[in-house]
């Protein structure tokens, strides 16, 4: 025991420090068992390191304790076994501990990388970034790697993204260029994605010439693709055979390709090998790589899904312009056409009236002053210019926008003084009239010449679809807060093919019509923010409904 030094303090003797090859300055535990003047020996600082198995202490100390006993025989080969036991958990302990550091690093690599892909919407820089992670010294260090992607328009697997040189040369020429200052990982990532374009080297030119079709049978990168299982080039394996589109760039002794796969997609395939250094690829390396690459591909989803849907809303928006652009061009068209059809409307409307007047005139002027001379005729003539002045009034409303006239009105009123007009042009057809208003005051605003007008168009529709002898009902009610106006006729009813085209401009079932009076009316309303409604049965009669907002309590007039 001359190899333990003590120290006395208060007249006892303290351990100082264990055997030379302690570098720590601890107690040795030994020696604080075999030396009477010892005073800790209790002390649970004490520690066992793989070198006290060599210590000559120890071996000294069994040397006098082994005796004829078997107890002493098996004390000494226990402690033999013990001391194995603890080497075999430190070495244990330290193994654990290296791959618990690895794991923590590669975790930490990984935040770096997914922290950067959610900061970016671009694919190319978010590739690029993947591929850095793989490829830096202080992440995974291979020395190349590439990226290839589905492409389900072409129904292929493309080479999109790499990082690396194509020979030993340019990778030189690469390394010396970062001899003075090589970046760090971080500074490598912020690089990407400030810069305004990824860096393109000439593996990167190499590998985006690469297209494979995914009908192929017989090859490795699809076979990784659709098992979605790593592979490893093992020794004996040829790399031609195995992928011959990527046979003379990838390195044949040190080339791994992982899938890039979510559990809804299969998004690529990521490559990588070790060119320069020909450093071999275990399956832990492997391994590692998979965790990176199956952490990423929800990453890369996502931002591939996102362009996606920019690259639909672009599309959206181009064929909304493209709409634009034709709704102006077929509003032009169906003006053009509606004047084309107005004009033949027009001329026709307007000739028969002109005929008969110009005749009528000519008689006149032939018997005037004379005993022939007719007052019937002035008569015929009036009755064709009010026609005439109608069917322009007719035109002219339909063809221009007219300001309304609002005002706080009784809708009761303003039917109830449209209907004493007309009621003398309705006992002349022979035609029964009842009016069944609503008790109350109906408020409403609008502008009664327009909704007189309306009234006027319905009723006198009416009056031309129902026989003599036939009803007209007109009634006003309220419905939820639109004041209803209605005319209901005993007529002849409409046909659901009629009743298709009753709003449509020009559209008529008379012989003098212009096909003008219901789309007016339906316009009357539109613009007072009402609609309209038909109820039709043949040989029934029909019901028109208009339906106009009523004044809310407490509105301002």
């Given at each position: ?5 003590t ?8 351990l ?6 302690n570098?720590?300055n ?19 600082g004490f ?7 060599g210590c ?7 040397s006098r304790?082994?005796?004829?006993r078997?107890?002493d025989t ?7 076994k013990l ?8 070495v244990?302990?330290?193994d654990?501990s290296?791959?618990l ?6 975790l930490?690599?990984?935040k770096?990388?997914t ?6 919407d ?5 590739l690029a970034?993947?591929l850095?992670g793989?490829?830096s010294?202080e992440a ?6 590439a990226?290839?992607?589905c ?8 080479g ?6 194509v ?7 690469i390394?010396?260029q ?9 500074e490598?990532?912020e690089r990407i994605?400030t810069s305004?374009k990824?860096f ?9 010439k690469?297209s494979?079709?995914?009908s192929?049978?017989q090859n ?8 979605k299982?790593?592979f ?5 394996m040829?790399?031609?055979e195995?992928?011959?589109q990527?046979?003379?760039i990838?390195?044949p002794s ?7 796969a ?12 070790n060119?320069v ?5 275990s399956?832990?390396?492997?391994l590692?790589?998979e ?11 996502n931002?591939g899904l ?14 909304h ?5 034709n709704?102006?061009?077929?509003v032009?068209h ?5 004047i084309?059809k107005?004009?033949t409307?027009?001329t ?7 005929v ?5 005139t000519?008689?006149?002027l032939t018997?005037?002053?004379t005993?022939?001379?007719?007052r019937e005729?002035?008569?015929v ?6 026609r005439?002045?109608?069917?322009s ?14 005002e ?8 109830e003084?449209?209907m004493?007009m007309?009621k003398?042009k309705?006992k002349?057809?022979g ?5 069944r208003f609503h008790?109350?005051s109906?408020?409403i605003?609008a502008d ?13 529709n009416?009056m ?13 009610r309220?419905e ?13 009813g ?13 559209f008529s079932?008379?012989a ?6 219901l789309p007016v ?20 009669g ?5 339906y106009?907002?009523?004044i ?6």
């Open positions: 025991m001359e190899r333990v030094r120290s006395e303090e208060n007249g006892k003797v303290r100082v420090m264990c055997p030379p090859e570098k720590n601890c107690i040795c535990w030994l020696a604080n068992l075999t030396i009477e003047q010892s005073t800790d020996r209790k002390n649970n520690r066992i390191f793989d070198y006290c198995r000559p202490d120890l071996e000294t100390v069994k304790a082994l005796g004829r078997r107890a098996a004390s000494s080969l226990l402690i033999d001391f194995e036991r603890v080497h075999s958990c430190r244990q302990l330290v654990t290296s791959d550091r690895k794991r923590i690093e590669e930490t690599i990984l770096k990388v922290d950067y892909l959610l900061k970016t671009n694919l190319e820089k978010a970034m993947v850095t793989v490829t010294g995974f260090g291979y020395n190349r790697a990226i290839f992607l492409d389900p328009h072409a129904n292929t697997l493309r999109v993204a790499a990082i690396g040189s020979d030993l040369e340019e990778a030189k020429r390394w010396m970062f001899d003075r200052h090589l970046p760090t990982f971080d490598l990532l994605r305004d990824v393109k080297d000439s593996l990167y030119e190499a590998i985006w690469i494979i079709p995914l192929e049978t490795t990168l699809l076979d990784v693709l659709r098992s299982k790593s490893i080039l093992k020794p004996g040829k790399l031609g195995c992928c011959p990527i046979e003379g990838a390195y040190g080339f791994v390709a992982v899938p890039i979510t559990d809804s997609l299969d998004f690529g395939v990521l490559i990588a090998d060119f250094t020909k450093a071999p690829i399956e832990d390396d492997l590692s790589l965790t990176f690459a199956n952490t990423t591909a929800a990453a890369l989803e931002i996102e362009n996606q849907l920019k690259f639909r809303l672009e599309e959206l928006e181009r064929a312009d493209l709409l634009r652009e709704q102006s061009y077929l032009q169906e003006r053009l056409a509606d084309g107005l004009a409307t027009v026709h409307e307007i000739k028969t009236p002109l008969t007047i110009g005749a009528y000519r008689r006149l018997t005037f002053g005993k022939r001379f007719k005729h002035l008569e003539i009036l009755h064709e210019v009010e005439l002045e109608r069917i009034g007719e035109i002219l409303d339909y063809s221009k926008d007219t300001k309304l006239q609002l706080k009105c009784d809708l009761n009123v303003i039917i003084s449209t004493e007309i003398e309705l002349d057809a035609i029964k009239m009842k009016n008790q109350e109906i408020q605003m009664a010449n327009r909704i007189r007008q309306v009234l006027y168009n319905l009723v006198q009416a031309d679809a129902t026989d003599p002898g036939g009803m007209l009902i007109v009634r006003t309220i939820q807060s639109y004041a209803v106006m209605e005319v209901e006729d005993t007529g002849a409409i046909s659901d093919e009629i009743q298709e085209k009753l709003f449509t401009p020009f079932t008379k003098k019509g212009s096909g003008l009076g009316s339906k316009k009357i309303i539109d613009d007072h923010g009402g609609f309209m409604k038909v109820v039709t049965r043949e040989g029934i029909s019901r028109f409904s208009v106009l907002p009523m809310s309590e407490g509105a301002e007039t």
